[in-house]
């Protein structure tokens, strides 16, 4: 592998791995006050307002800020001709998206002062969806140190800040306002830092020009609408099916699992615009790539299985109290999910970035649809558990389809 290209990776993930280890705990420090403050059915309120945002965010972005990444990787020079169209197609995106938010909430079977903090939270994310554009910017460019000092100092504000007012509140709604002031300074952060990539920042609004983006961007758009299903169905469905008490406990369980998943986040971050690059400069160069981190993020979810399987009862006992002990057999459950979310991740990224978009988008789509069918199924019999082994079987499914999309490459 080329020594710039190798320095620049490790450049990069050592910024994103510092951010995502500080983020992550304090994070997880959040989730560990709310807790043991509101209990798992405070956790479950908490969390279908931001699984509930997230998925209804499928509409925010078509695609275009992912193809506007890669376009960019490949040459920098794109910037300037593609940020104004896409800049203004995201806000008006931004916008209807809202809007769909607004109207879908107001018949949710929640009580009012839960529709309002939803609906704040929605208003927050037309400025998230439009901030991430920036990020893209950056990442196009190699760069990922920013994006990883926003992040620590939303999470740091979160943490001090929201663990403040949450202890002397014990109420979930001024939690939750201080939570969106953080977002809101985080994405103000994200787009006057991507704005230093750009000589100037334009907006046009073009419908015409739309059509043509979306021509080439929808397949991008159909892999992030199948993804936001499959990975925020489950919180949403238990919160509708089985209430908040049981969606806490399956929460507390997943909390622990999303900690791993920094390690294929900073991997996927840091190659994917080297992908991107070397799909067209130097394929032999990026097979290597693509091997050594398939070889690492293996092992390392491995290991993963065995530590989550054996500590689940300490971990749980010690981060969220014994009130949370149910979560032990689901902490269980998900832990064998961790090495195929780990090459799912490198597999996405791979074929995204080496325009194999549209069979990734088959085989999310599929994935998504088995993921909404065995989580119905198994949630109303199982309940917390049922969602567990939906994860798992999703995950396993996904990472055969992609290898047996992929192998042709690697003969």
Do not use: C
Not at 202 to 229: A, C, H, M, N, Q
Not at 384 to 409: H, P
């Amino acid at each position: 592998m080329e020594e710039g290209l190798k320095a620049r990776l490790i450049k990069n993930a050592g910024w994103l791995f510092g951010a995502e280890v500080i983020s992550k705990l304090l994070a997880y420090g959040v989730i560990v006050i709310l807790s043991r403050t509101l209990g798992p059915e405070g956790l479950g309120q908490y969390s279908f307002i931001f699984y509930y945002i997230g998925l209804l965010g499928i509409f925010s972005d078509l695609g275009v800020g992912y193809y506007f990444m890669r376009e960019v990787a490949r040459d920098k020079g794109k910037a300037k001709e593609l940020l104004p169209d896409v800049l203004g197609f995201k806000i008006v995106l931004a916008l209807l998206n809202f809007l769909v938010v607004v109207t879908l909430t107001l018949f949710l079977p929640k009580p009012g002062w839960m529709k309002i903090l939803i609906i704040l939270a929605g208003a927050e994310g037309m400025l998230t969806w439009i901030a991430y554009l920036f990020v893209r910017i950056m990442y196009a460019h190699e760069v990922t140190k920013y994006e990883a000092i926003a992040r620590v100092i939303e999470r740091t504000w979160a943490f001090f800040v929201g663990g403040a007012v949450l202890y002397a509140y014990r109420s979930l709604t001024p939690f939750i306002l201080v939570i969106l002031l953080g977002y809101t300074l985080r994405e103000i952060l994200r787009i006057k830092w991507g704005s230093q990539f750009l000589n100037t920042v334009k907006i046009r609004f073009k419908p015409g020009v739309w059509v043509s983006l979306l021509k080439e961007s929808y397949p991008f758009w159909l892999i992030g609408l199948f993804t936001l299903i499959y990975y925020r169905t489950d919180m949403v469905m238990l919160s509708l099916m089985r209430g908040d008490y049981e969606t806490g406990i399956y929460r507390a369980a997943y909390t622990l699992i999303e900690v791993s998943l920094f390690v294929p986040n900073i991997v996927v971050s840091t190659t994917m615009p080297s992908m991107a690059r070397l799909w067209v400069e130097d394929r032999k160069t990026l097979n290597l790539l693509f091997r050594k981190s398939f070889q690492m993020l293996l092992g390392i979810g491995i290991l993963g299985v065995a530590g989550y399987y054996v500590l689940a009862r300490l971990g749980i006992t010690i981060v969220f109290g014994e009130k949370f002990l149910p979560s032990v057999p689901v902490l269980r459950i998900l832990a064998f999910a961790i090495p195929f979310m780990f090459l799912n991740s490198l597999f996405g990224s791979f074929m995204n970035a080496t325009g194999r978009e549209l069979t990734f988008t088959k085989i999310t789509s599929f994935t998504a649809l088995l993921n909404v069918v065995l989580n119905y199924i198994l949630i109303r019999y199982y309940g917390a558990s049922g969602a567990a082994v939906a994860t798992v079987v999703s995950q396993v499914f996904l990472l055969f389809l992609a290898i047996t999309k992929s192998k042709d490459e690697f003969r």
